[in-house]
């Protein structure tokens, strides 16, 4: 029994660790507004993976919109 769920916490343990870097690997980053804009030429939304606080100059939650 014990063997059993020491394995379930194992394959749990990696299972977060696996999403977690897919997570983190899916985050893109430009150096600035002229960069993110060839691509979302709109500008991107809080919780996009393109969006950086520190292209968000107004702070009102869109980075380089236009």
Known sequence: MKKVIL?????????????????VEAKETFKN?????KKYPKGVKKGHSAYSAKLDRDKDGWACEK
């Open 33 to 37: 507004c002229k960069e993110l804009n």
């Open 7 to 23: 394995t379930l916490l194992t394959a749990t343990l990696v299972f977060s660790f696996t999403s977690f870097n897919a997570e």
